[in-house]
């Protein structure tokens, strides 16, 4: 046919046209058929999102804490009975002392400065209340609980803030409380550099953490000795009524006879536990801490 073009059998040769697959004389297959490639579809891939493993600390993260806190409690008693060192951790505690006077005496509404002279004598000066230093007070407290606190907890600050802060500096209790602020001072400082040895400091530091671990224990060594002295010494007592700095009366002294009309031995036994507080408190802070920033840091 013309116009139609032809191909020969490769195997009897004879012409056959282009369309025809086979040789109609042989049966030879003179071409295979195309096939038409069907496209591939790819499943999609979904990315899993594999679960954080947390970080689990070594052995020797989970040793440092306490070993810092054990090498405080072993330089503590250096600290106290090296001569100048020693003068450095009177003038510490003095500071820290008559600081803890001075906040209450202003948190009361007392202007108040701290005194320390280098010959031994330290003080924590306060003028009479002011009424309006008072209002003032607790104004900014109540602005305070306003700005950071939402819901129950606000409402109960500002009750508290409104009812409770004027009733407690208002009140007898307050010369009590500022009295008893100067060693309770101490030992929240204590609290907070024990807590700090646990966890490493500010810093991180080696050095930070050992000095931390050695204020801590210095701070509540000497005031777990000093009561027990009051409680069991007859010449500690004697020595304490006799001692006091720029020859007024000492604080724990000033508690038993002139407010609470208690003996010695009791305030000292009073102050005594809440010294012993001092290390659960700063193990306590320290975990809590830990789990908080841990917790931060997953979210």
Known sequence: MAGTSVQSCPRCRRSCAESEFVCGLCGELLRRPQRTAKPVV???VVAVEQPEVPRVASSREKFEPWLYLGLGAVTAPVFALTPFVGFMGWFLASLVHEMGHAAFAWFCGMPAVPAIALDGHA??????????LVVLIALGLGSVAWR???GVPRGVALALIAFGYP?????????????????SGELAFATLSLWKTLDGGFTRSRAERLLYGTVG???????VRMCWLLMHSESARA???SNGSFGMTNDYLRVAEDILYWRLESVALLMLVAALCVLPAAILGWRLSRRLRVQFESS
């Open 167 to 183: 009733g407690l500096v208002l009140s007898g209790a307050k010369e009590v409380l500022h009295l008893l602020a100067g060693h």
């Open 42 to 44: 790819l499943a999609p």
């Open 148 to 150: 950071f606190l939402r």
């Open 239 to 241: 020595d304490y009524m």
């Open 123 to 132: 003080a924590a000066v306060h003028g009479e209340q002011s009424l309006f």
């Open 217 to 223: 224990w210095f701070l509540l060594e000497k005031n």
